[in-house]
């Protein structure tokens, strides 16, 4: 009877001492992981508040690493985020008294004749018609101005740019005469670093002054990228309007002297296909009896492959329009690691109109990502005012009613 009992009694402290011993290590494991600095691929800066990382990780830089040169980052203090809410104006803007950044000039005080005086003329020399010369005519065509910087710290070895305003951006509401702007920037061409503004609400003159710093990035580097900046308005109801475009190549632009101030006239979005965005096979038919829209997601071939996996797990989105307008939704099932998709799927749309003049109908190709935002493989809009082959599949829907009608098309960039 006293060995089962010793037995019992030495097993007991044994398990105590387990889950003892189990639990430090996991706290421990836990207070490492907090004191890791996370691998920030950018910094942004709100309105002259500074947000810096405490260390650099020089495991995920942009192109080409040097891991020498990233024991040689010196550690930079994190400085305290406070942001007085009550403070903004009517734009959602703050007041003009930011902190001043000491590696560079205040933007704040800087005239449009200021952002003139280092233009370079090897960059979109067209775009750099002054707006006060235009006439009444061309303003009416004109979609406005951005107002940036950009800059490159040898210290940190980090790029840096700060998108300052925009100025004259046509009103994208027509009941209220305004926009909702704010931009999305993409370094091309990996397209790896997308950031966007916030929005601000009713206002064709938005004050930004927002600055994204990006670390890694070999100075050398710099003349083989491509700033592209996309000034939409928010819409809470439909799709975002896209207002237009500013493209930025930056080999030739000189930034050893320091910060360099530039602005750009915001074109028309040019819709770029591409035939490496792929291939997608849908078949449409309109019942006029019965006012519906039968769609069916055939196939999709040569899909891109992704930059992480090698293959995309790609399915479909499909979107119905009414006068820009989305009023439907609907979306196919994921298929895994294949470059040429089977789907089969059919949706029927109910249409709230009589004919199909005011619908549209939008197909995004995504690639299935659970770590992240699932990134757009290719879109396609068939629709009476739709250029090439959308617009020739949908005049044949409405010419011939009741008639499945299948058609391949070319996907353009998302």
């Known amino acids: 009877d006293e060995i089962p009992t010793v037995v019992g009694i030495f097993s007991a402290f044994g398990l105590v001492f387990s889950v003892s ?22 910094v942004h800066v709100l309105k002259g508040v500074d947000i810096y990382p405490e260390n650099l990780n020089s495991k995920k830089k942009f192109g080409a690493d040097d891991k020498s040169e990233a024991k040689n980052k010196s550690a ?9 809410l009550e403070k903004r104006d009517l734009n959602g803007n703050f007041p003009k ?60 070895k980090a790029f840096v740019v700060n998108i300052k305003e925009a100025r004259g951006l046509p009103a994208m509401d027509e009941q209220s005469m305004t926009s909702d702007p704010y931009i999305k920037m993409t370094i091309l061409p990996e397209k790896k670093h997308k950031v966007k503004t916030r929005v601000l609400r009713k206002t064709l003159d938005p004050a930004f002054d927002e600055t994204f710093t990006f670390y890694g990035i070999p100075y050398s580097q710099i003349q083989d990228l491509t700033l592209h900046f996309m000034v939409l308005s928010f819409d809470r109801f439909s799709r975002d309007d896209v207002i237009g475009e500013v493209l930025i190549p930056l080999a030739g632009i000189e930034l050893s002297e320091g910060r360099l101030l530039m602005d750009r006239e915001i074109i028309k979005r040019n819709v770029r296909k591409s035939s490496g965005r792929g291939e997608l096979l849908v078949s449409l038919c309109y019942q006029s009896t019965t006012n519906t829209l039968t769609v069916v997601v055939l196939k999709a071939r040569h899909l891109p492959k992704s930059d992480v996996s090698g ?51 939008e197909f995004l190709v995504l690639d299935s990502d659970r770590g992240s935002r699932n990134e757009v493989i290719g879109r396609l809009t068939l629709g009476s005012s739709v250029e090439g082959t959308g617009g020739e599949h949908w005049k044949e829907i409405c010419e011939y009613p009741r008639r499945q009608i299948a058609k391949w098309h070319m996907l353009c960039d998302g």
């Open 76 to 84: 930079v203090p994190k400085n305290s985020l406070h942001l007085d």
């Open 311 to 361: 293959l995309s797990d790609p399915y479909v989105k499909v979107n119905l329009y009414h006068a820009k307008k989305r009023i439907s939704k609907k979306k196919t099932h994921v298929k895994k690691c294949t470059p040429n998709a089977v789907f089969n799927e059919l949706f029927v749309f109910d249409i709230p109109c009589e004919g199909l003049d005011d619908i549209s109908i």
């Open 97 to 156: 008294t930011t902190t001043k950044t000491q590696s560079s000039p205040d933007l704040d005080n800087a005239s449009p004749k200021h952002f003139a005086e280092r233009k370079k003329d090897s960059v979109s020399p067209d775009s750099l018609k002054s707006i006060t010369s235009l006439s009444s005519e061309d303003k009416q065509d004109k979609l406005g101005t951005l107002f940036f910087s950009l800059e490159y710290n040898f210290e940190k």
């Open 21 to 42: 011993l189990f639990a430090w290590i996991c706290c421990q494991r836990k207070s490492s992981k907090s004191n890791k600095t996370p691998p920030y691929k950018f």
